[in-house]
Nanobody, 115 residues
Framework: QVQLVESGGGLVQPGGSLRLSCVAS????????MGWYRQAPGKQRELVAR???????YHTNSMKGRFTISRDHAKNTVYLQMNSLKPEDTAVYYC?????????WGQGTQVTVSS
């Protein structure tokens, strides 16, 4: 069992930055994959980025170069640094953890990009 708690969302102007955090209730070294997904109103949830237990990362092409996933083992935390934000990045951002066939989700944090 893993509890995931996101934070760091909010309202930001276009071109601005935010850093989301996801704190896990157990060592993230024991979680095969952690990732960030997002869901905009009326749209399906989509993958933003993943980080694997060995440290490799994957970023969805449309967000590569603007968004960066990272982690801090000591804090059991995964981050999503988001730069050059656009209105179309507005969504609820969810943290995801996968251990084998089991999948865990956080409650989500709202990111709104608007002037």
């Amino acid at each position: 069992q893993v509890q995931l708690v996101e934070s760091g969302g909010g309202l930001v102007q276009p071109g601005g930055s935010l850093r989301l955090s996801c704190v896990a209730s157990r060592s993230i070294l024991n979680i095969n994959t952690m990732g960030w997904y997002r869901q905009a109103p009326g749209k399906q949830r989509e993958l933003v980025a993943r980080i694997f237990s060995g440290g490799l990362t994957y970023h969805t092409n449309s967000m590569k170069g603007r968004f960066t996933i990272s982690r801090d083992h000591a804090k059991n935390t995964v981050y999503l640094q988001m730069n050059s934000l656009k209105p179309e990045d507005t969504a609820v951002y969810y943290c995801n953890g996968q251990i084998g066939a089991l999948e865990y989700w956080g409650q989500g944090t709202q990111v709104t990009v608007s002037s």
